[in-house]
């Protein structure tokens, strides 16, 4: 069964149209079953109804034009259910609607399953078969199991059908992913290619056969030169019987062999990607069929040969790219480095197929400012290279090839966006004090974007949180603890005497180092935080005197442990700090300057954190909450994971009442407390914390001027009113209902376009 599950979601990933690829699938299903009849049908919501796509078994002609209405027969019961239905007789259920233009009168056996793709019914698989029978467990699992492992590819082959339509007659298409870092940009797509594979290259033919021709075979002796190169190398470490590898792989690349197979699909009409694609794939499809194992390892040899030649097709075209006027980057994963080798002045947003909202890579694009998109999964990269975008990263969606009337429209509310800057950017020198008199501290997260944050040094009460880790991910080894120590004194020296909370090397999860890299099947909840830094104390004793030399004769360094979840790690952090301290006392006996103790304290966002306060009040000076990882591990959610990105959400009660206990906890133990998550930066997080009792909040620079906007405009005894009505309900949705009122009251109402995708 498995093979056979196989052999059927490759066959249809290979076919370059949807048609061809549910038709297909349909015949394979059919002839997989033994049965007498296969169908597809695919949900309209536009119209409320089922199409036929594709049949091996009904009348052909009915294909694209027959609808069922969503409540209408068993089709229609199926998607309602969400379950299967298996009859002996289906014209006897009382459910069955006669339709004759499909000529489905002679069939009485049926099995029918839904697809369903992030919970949304994409479809309805029909099997049919003349004599009376109830289908067997066996092929109703079949069916089943085949429609869970098609969903996501049906979906995609759709979407790729519903691109390339778009591209072929300039029509505009609207792709869903989830809002990251607000704004709207328009713009020029550029994709970053991530280490080749070929479902990243989507099937697109060429009318100049001659040209692509000459690509491929340019391709082709660039990849035997790589092989001759690395024979020559190998030459004198591996016997000669081993070398034997390459010169099979020159064969394969041979005119009679690899280049024969790609000049027909050239001919054909394909451009030479996709004809490389289609050979490859259907070579490597074959060699895996086979019994023999020997020649079914062979397949592995044709998809690294097919890849490597790739490589250098999408190299030749790569190299000459020059970054448009206005680059939307187009990345599989966003990473610090891509974001960075693209000019500021070019860069206008950012959408990442892989990922999520709530990403370091995505708190990244926030701390830059640049509108960006998570999550659009599993499409064909190339597809937007150079495709006029608009990224709608309020709503979360990206628009291809746009209509000029829809380009008007999203520059018009860019101007409107503008105007809103402008009118928080007028009170940037007020301080942030609510209409009642109290004031509210904001702090800037800072350590993301290295080459521009001394320009906000003065524009904030200080820094709650700075990453010391985005330093060690710029270079290539561990930095030195001298130039750990210039980095520091740098910071601690712009911000002066303002106070700099800097939280030790927090590594791990979706933070990696190229050279100390970890490898973990579930990285946030391995080795990470402090748990590195404890295991490895001469890093950690390396940074912590970094940190203690920078401070002297300034006295504005605070020291913060990430990722603590057990009072032993805060005795053995403590320990160590202890021990820096004074081996550098006796370094620096003869020195100007003396040594301070920086205060200590601790991030919040391990549950168990919460609950040990009592104890970690009596050995630290402060505390901070970090509530991104705190509502992941509340939640179990991924929150680097765009298949749960939904689910990911800080105003879950759940995660309102835990950051209520926090602070009343702190006030009681009098141990001084902030919080340094996403969720201050949000106008509506923020008037939710302050009514808790928060009075430092810790933000990207570009959300403290909104912040105190807002803060200024009201009384904390409002805020505290609505927090009430908020801890007493019972879901996230419910919550951004009242936020929603709440902020519509106020007249803030001009504000709640961000929030399109919570309420």
Not at 473 to 478: L, S, V
Not at 702 to 709: A, D, I
Request: charged share 25%; net charge negative.
């Amino acid at each position: 069964m498995l093979a056979t599950l196989r052999t059927i979601a490759e066959a249809v990933a290979q076919e370059p149209s949807l048609d061809a690829a549910l038709n297909r699938f349909v015949s394979m299903v059919k002839e997989a079953m033994q049965t007498e009849c296969c169908s597809i049908y695919f949900a309209d919501y536009s119209q409320d109804n089922f199409i036929l796509m594709a049949t091996n078994g009904l009348n052909p002609s009915a294909v694209g034009t027959f609808r069922m209405g969503f409540t209408e027969g068993l089709v229609g019961l199926v998607a309602q259910r969400e379950e299967p239905i298996n009859v002996a007789y289906a014209q006897a259920h009382p459910r069955f609607k006669l339709s004759p233009e499909v000529n489905e009168e002679g069939y009485n056996a049926f099995l029918s399953v839904p697809v369903v793709h992030q919970r949304k019914v994409l479809g309805v698989i029909v099997v049919q078969q003349k004599a009376a029978r109830v289908f067997s467990h066996d092929e109703e699992s079949f069916l089943i199991t085949l429609s869970a492992q098609l969903a996501s590819q049906l979906a995609n082959i759709e979407l790729k059908e519903v691109l390339r339509q778009s591209d072929s007659t300039h029509q505009t298409s609207m792709l869903k992913g989830v809002a990251s870092a607000p704004g709207i940009a328009i713009g020029e797509g550029f994709v970053v290619l991530p280490k080749l594979e070929f479902s990243s290259i989507e099937l697109q033919k060429s009318d100049d056969t001659e040209n692509q021709r000459k690509k491929f075979l340019q391709a082709v002796s660039a990849t035997r030169h790589e092989f001759h190169v690395l024979a020559n190398t190998l030459s004198d470490t591996i016997p000669k019987e081993a070398l034997a590898v390459f010169e099979v792989y020159q064969q394969l690349l041979d005119a009679r062999s690899l280049g024969q197979r790609v000049e027909a699909e050239l001919q054909a009409g394909w451009n030479a990607k996709s004809a490389l694609k289609l050979v490859i794939e259907r070579l490597v499809s074959q060699f895996s069929a086979m019994q023999d194992p020997y020649i079914k390892e062979r397949a592995i040899d044709i998809k690294d040969i097919g890849l490597r030649v790739l490589h250098h097709l999408v190299s030749t075209e790569q190299a000459v790219k020059p970054y448009p006027e206005k680059t939307i980057l187009i990345a599989h994963t966003l990473t610090p480095s891509m974001l960075a080798e693209v000019p500021k002045e070019n860069l206008v947003g950012v959408v990442s197929i892989n990922g999520a909202a709530n990403s370091h890579a995505s708190i990244l694009t926030r701390a830059m400012a640049i509108p960006a998109i998570w999550g659009i999964e599993d499409l064909p990269l190339l597809q937007f290279d150079g495709k006029k975008l608009i990224l709608d990263a309020y709503a979360g969606r990206v628009y291809i090839s746009p209509s000029e009337a829809l380009v008007r429209e999203y520059l018009h509310l860019k101007h409107q966006d503008s105007l809103l800057h402008d009118k928080f950017e007028a009170e940037h020198d007020l301080p942030a004090v609510t209409k009642d008199g109290e004031h509210i501290s904001l702090l800037l997260n800072a350590g993301l974007d290295l080459n521009t944050e001394q320009i906000n040094a003065k524009l904030c009460d200080g820094v709650g949180l700075y990453r010391t880790e985005a330093w060690f991910m710029q270079k290539g080894q561990f930095p030195s603890q001298k130039e750990q120590e210039e980095w520091y004194r740098e910071v601690l020296t712009r911000h002066h005497p303002d106070p700099v909370v800097m939280r030790t090397l927090d590594i791990g999860g979706d933070k990696v180092l190229d050279y100390f890299d970890i490898q973990e099947d579930n990285p946030f909840l391995g080795w990470r935080g402090i748990r590195v830094s404890l295991d490895h104390p001469e890093l950690f004793l390396d940074q912590l005197k970094a940190m203690l030399k920078a401070n002297a004769g300034l006295g504005n360094l605070r020291i913060m442990l990430p990722m603590v979840s057990h009072t032993e790690e805060v005795e053995e952090a403590l320990a160590l700090l202890e021990q820096a301290y004074f081996e550098l006392q006796e370094e620096w006996a003869d020195q100007f300057y003396d040594l301070e103790r920086p205060e200590i304290g601790v991030m919040l966002e391990v549950p168990s954190s919460v609950f040990l306060l009592p104890e970690w009040a009596e050995k630290v000076d402060f505390c901070s909450v970090g509530s991104n990882d705190l509502t992941q591990y509340l939640l179990a959610v991924d929150r680097a994971n765009a298949k749960v990105a939904e689910l990911f959400d800080p105003y879950h009660p759940s995660v309102l009442r835990v950051l209520a206990k926090i602070a009343k906890d702190c006030q009681k133990f009098e141990l001084p407390f902030s919080l340094c998550g996403e969720l201050g930066g949000e106008p509506e997080g923020a008037i939710l914390l302050v009514a808790m009792g928060y009075r430092r909040l810790s933000m990207n620079f570009s959300s403290l001027n909104k912040v105190k906007w807002v803060l200024r405009r009201l009384q904390v005894v409002d805020m505290e009113n609505l927090l009430e009505a908020c801890l007493a309900q019972s879901s996230a949705k419910q919550v951004h209902r009242l936020l929603k009122q709440f902020m519509i009251e106020q007249q803030f109402s001009e504000l709640l376009y961000t929030q399109k995708g919570k309420v």
